[in-house]
């Protein structure tokens, strides 16, 4: 397991983010749906500093 180092509010925002791509559509077609799980579980734990609302 691992240990999350974002605060709150950012994992907040990064989900409201996210329910805005469902309702309005996709912003990245090109990326899998794994990618993305990825991406944003190497942000949650400090090992990306790549913010997954940064484009």
Not at 18 to 44: H, K, N
Request: hydrophobic share 35%; proline share 5%.
């Amino acid at each position: 397991m691992f240990e999350v180092e974002r605060p709150s509010e950012e994992i907040y925002d990064v989900m409201n983010w996210a329910q805005e791509g469902i309702d309005q559509g996709t912003r990245y077609p090109g990326m899998s749906y794994e990618q993305g799980i990825i991406d944003v579980l190497m942000w949650l734990d400090g090992s990306s500093d790549h913010n997954p609302m940064d484009d």
